[in-house]
């Protein structure tokens, strides 16, 4: 096919290459050129006229686009080349604009074999060209690594968009947390990903690199290849699906992949699981032979929370990858959130990728993360001092309390969907004594504050008709009332102490009478909630008089109608969950997972204690509540400036 040359508005080139690769070629060598096509398809964008045209289009227009949008134009030099008028078209077209723009395109040509690169029917312009020899298909493969490492240089790297897959966003945008745009670095290790075959990826916790994995896998995906991601916590693996095009990516942690005995099966139920749960010698020797056997059943596979795999894993990692050069494994590894006590070598040492910047945790929980790991990463700059970190100490027993005051302190009633609990204990967290935790959280102001409001208010700018004020004044009232409980709804001894209180103004007999003895509706009071505040209104209109509100609050029901409050239940991760559930987890529950909210109750030290501190705290991106027992209190900073909870600024 040709290039109408006569169409020049379409020789204007596009701001940004489309395509990496053009294949120009005689049509009668139709079948080399689509071999060509698909062993370069795994790593980079390839146009073929076969495979991108489609029935309507003006087939004239698209090759001069594609031609003009694509970073190197490969030419198919054959035998028959001298006869293909139209690859001789796109030869010219291609040779002209790499005059014009010889530093993002060039022209590569590939020689057949039995053609020789100096040979007089070589097409005209080709010959000064420094190209490829390709005798045998062996030789595909090199091509193909050539052609990546020469994209590699001259690809721009703010060509490609730049938004994460929809299905990432989606999920995010359900938690009302905005991820749409990678961030440079981001992008930039996928970009380098697409021209590497093996490599491996570090970065400390909240670098992204679990986002860079998913997204990578579903490019992978797209574009047909088989692609297995393997992890080592099962909960995450149920998260990464939730992320992923469905069927496009097999998605399994490793222990369940393996135990499931078969390649097809599905991940084991996170209630069944812990980190201590893996397959025997044997189990693992049968499977890696079945994977040997079948001869490779992936074309890409993606590890992530690689610290947490055994050595003696990665045989059984390779073996699911199908034997080719082309083949893709990528190692995503934090060292320092290794909750078990182990760490051997990688499979692939070089080339190695480090993640440098912190797109998760607020500004000030990365400030704490440092103290752990000081070469985090810095935050994103739409990060910096936003986040809160706060430290209660408590001793055994108090678990139960602390936890109470800190949900009460920061969460609002149904809106708890992206908050949870941490547990650092030597106990399992569906056995701890957090699990099963009622905590009553009011969903209004608190009565405390109406019942002083509206003493104080009666006292100085109502009416004092037919009122007569205690001895000691307000300030005698004030401290009277400093001795309420803190307690969502009045007890007995409140109900009694307010009656006792009100008791100290003196309200004229035959007002009282008056008052009491017209219908409720005209001189009786009301709690009513407007905008999560908790008001005493007074049913009819008009002016109301002090001793109205002090004869109220002589009633022994003057607390009825105050409105109860919400019941949260801090549940295992594994029971159902509803909007008035805090999910429960143990650090390893949910290391590689996150949360707007944390709270991270600590007691006493276990093995890699140090390392699991690391992991809980990076968990929350932004606000984290820690609760820790002397013991365990040991590993955080004593020069820390922690957020002062009972007083914020």
């Not at 399992?428 to 405390?448: D, K, R």
């Not at 007074?538 to 409050?565: D, H, K, L, M």
Request: proline letters at 5%; one cysteine or more; aromatic letters at 10%.
């Amino acid at each position: 096919m040709g290039l109408n040359y006569k169409n020049e508005h379409v020789g204007v080139t596009p701001a940004a290459p489309t395509w990496d690769i053009f294949i120009a070629y005689p049509s009668s060598d139709r079948l080399l050129a689509k071999r060509i096509a698909d062993s370069l398809r795994p790593f980079l964008n390839v146009f073929i006229d076969i495979d991108q045209l489609r029935i309507g289009n003006s087939w004239d227009l698209e090759l001069q686009k594609a031609v003009n949008s694509s970073i190197v134009v490969l030419v198919i030099v054959t035998e028959n080349s001298n006869k293909a008028f139209f690859e001789r078209d796109e030869i010219l077209r291609a040779l002209d604009r790499m005059k014009k723009e010889s530093e993002s395109c060039i022209v590569v040509p590939v020689f057949a074999a039995g053609v020789e690169p100096d040979s007089e029917s070589i097409p005209y312009g080709l010959r000064p060209l420094q190209g490829f020899i390709l005798d045998k298909d062996q030789e595909l493969e090199n091509l193909g690594r050539m052609l990546v490492d020469r994209i590699a240089e001259l690809r721009p790297l703010h060509i490609d968009p730049t938004r994460f897959s929809k299905t990432i966003v989606d999920h995010f945008k359900r938690i009302e947390l905005e991820v749409k745009e990678l961030t440079a670095e981001q992008y930039r290790t996928i970009r380098q990903l697409r021209y590497l075959r093996k490599v491996r990826i570090s970065g400390s916790a909240g670098s992204g690199k679990t986002l860079v994995a998913i997204e990578k896998s579903a490019k992978l995906a797209a574009a047909g290849i088989r692609v297995l991601f393997l992890c080592h916590n099962p909960l995450l693996a149920e998260f990464v699906t939730t992320l992923l095009p469905s069927g496009g990516v097999d998605v399994r942690d490793f222990c369940g992949w393996v135990m499931s005995k078969d390649t097809e099966g599905q991940n084991l139920n996170g209630d069944s699981w812990s980190h201590y749960v893996e397959p025997t010698s044997e189990e693992l020797r049968l499977f890696t032979n079945q994977l040997v056997h079948s001869g490779g059943v992936y074309d890409a596979i993606i590890v992530d929370e690689s610290q947490d795999f055994r050595e003696e894993w990665w045989r059984t990692v390779e073996a699911a990858l199908h034997p080719s050069e082309t083949s893709t494994l990528y190692i995503f590894h934090d060292n320092n959130q290794s909750l078990l006590p182990r760490h051997g070598r990688y499979p692939v040492q070089e080339p190695h990728i480090d993640l440098s910047r912190n797109c998760r945790n607020a500004g000030r929980i990365y400030e704490l993360m440092r103290f752990f790991d000081p070469s985090a990463p810095s935050p994103e700059k739409r990060l910096h001092g936003l986040g809160q970190v706060s430290l209660t100490r408590f001793q055994s027993g108090e678990e139960t309390a602390v936890l109470t005051k800190l949900v009460r302190l920061h969460c609002r009633p149904y809106q708890v969907e992206n908050v949870v609990v941490v547990w650092s204990g030597v106990e399992p967290a569906n056995v701890c004594p957090l699990a099963g935790l009622v905590v009553e959280i009011p969903i209004c102001t608190s009565w405390q504050e109406e019942v002083r409001w509206q003493f104080r208010h009666a006292s100085r700018f109502l009416s004092q008709r037919g009122l007569k004020l205690p001895q000691g004044g307000s300030s005698r009232v004030e401290s009277c009332l400093n001795d309420l409980s803190d307690d969502l709804i009045p007890t007995q001894n409140d109900i009694d102490l307010v009656k006792n209180i009100a008791g100290f103004y003196k309200v004229d007999h035959t007002i009282r009478n008056r008052i009491n003895k017209v219908v409720p509706w005209k001189f009786g009071f009301k709690w009513s909630v407007e905008d999560s505040r908790l008001t005493l209104k007074r049913y009819a209109s008009g002016a109301t008089w002090g001793c109205e509100v002090f004869n109220y609050f002589q009633n022994e029901s003057w607390a009825e109608g105050i409105p109860e409050p919400l019941a949260l239940v801090v549940v295992p991760f594994t029971d159902p969950q509803t909007e008035s559930t805090i999910p429960l987890y143990s650090v390893s529950d949910f290391k590689g997972l996150e949360a707007e909210t944390v709270f991270f109750i600590m007691r006493g030290k276990h093995v890699n204690h140090r390392n699991a501190v690391y992991v809980g705290i990076s968990r929350a991106r932004s606000v984290l509540s820690i609760a820790a027992d002397d013991v365990a209190s040991v590993d955080l900073p004593r020069i820390f400036k922690w957020d002062d909870i009972n007083n914020p600024t």
